[in-house]
């Protein structure tokens, strides 16, 4: 047990609508990721944080945002929903130092309609 | 091109046969992953490689750097190894955040 857990697990939203996916570590992970994964796509990194209050862009973050005000809460928040951000979400986390594994949550389902 | 490709794409075995995966890259990298997708389920780390061989149980994973190139290998199939199994690399230079590239997996289904 990774000791993450994402919610909601599966949720439908309307187009337009904001959005809130929360990742939760009982591990104290220093470095937490989230990914979207879409058929014929690897997983594509949305944002990532390296820290309480510091966080980053990765290479998909247009419509994202993210915030972690707690080490053990990293929150995803789709501000408008569109149908291209039906996914599955992921999010994985880390120690903070090098050569160590990474570890995912188990996944959240979002269709928006 | 994708920085990491794998091969081949969908892989169907019967009970006890040997599989290979493999897993190409064109970046230099610092470390490899494989991780284990069940259907509808959470992401698994199987390996993490930044050189040699690595063995857990009936699962061996193998990396030759100077190639860009590495392989899981299951020994004995049985149909609970039906999965897709994933390779990400993390690049020099990805940072202290060591963001990870991923592919696109390989889809693993064994049959009795």
């Known amino acids: 047990d990774a000791g993450i857990t994402q919610s909601p697990r599966h949720k439908v939203t309307e187009t337009g609508t904001p959005v809130t996916l929360r990742c939760h570590q009982t591990?104290?992970?220093?470095?937490m990721y989230w990914y979207r994964q879409d058929p014929g796509h690897g997983l594509r990194l949305i944002h990532y944080?390296?820290?309480?209050?510091?966080?980053d862009k990765g290479e998909v973050s247009d419509g994202y945002s993210v915030s972690r005000s707690k080490t053990e809460d990293f929150l995803l928040t789709l501000e408008s929903a569109t149908s291209s951000q039906t996914s599955v979400y992921f999010c994985?986390?880390?120690?903070?130092?090098?050569?160590?594994?990474?570890?995912f949550g188990e996944g959240s389902w979002l269709t928006v309609v | 091109k994708n920085e990491v490709e794998q091969s081949p794409q969908n892989l169907t075995a019967q009970e006890g046969e040997f599989i290979t995966i493999n897993c190409s890259y064109s970046?230099?990298?610092?470390?490899l992953h494989w991780l284990q997708q069940h259907p509808g389920g959470g992401i698994v780390s199987l390996f993490m490689l930044s050189s040699g061989k690595k063995k857990h149980g009936r699962l061996i994973a193998t990396i030759n750097i100077q190639e860009k190139h590495s392989s899981l290998h299951i020994t004995a199939s049985h149909p609970r190894d039906s999965a897709v199994y994933i390779c990400a690399v993390r690049s020099i230079g990805a940072g202290t955040a060591s963001k990870l590239t991923f592919g696109t997996g390989t889809r693993l289904q064994v049959t009795l």
């Open positions: 970046v230099g990298i610092s470390a």
């Open positions: 994985a986390a880390r120690q903070g130092y090098s050569g160590n594994t990474i570890y």
């Open positions: 591990e104290n992970h220093r470095y």
């Open positions: 944080s390296y820290g309480v209050k510091d966080t």
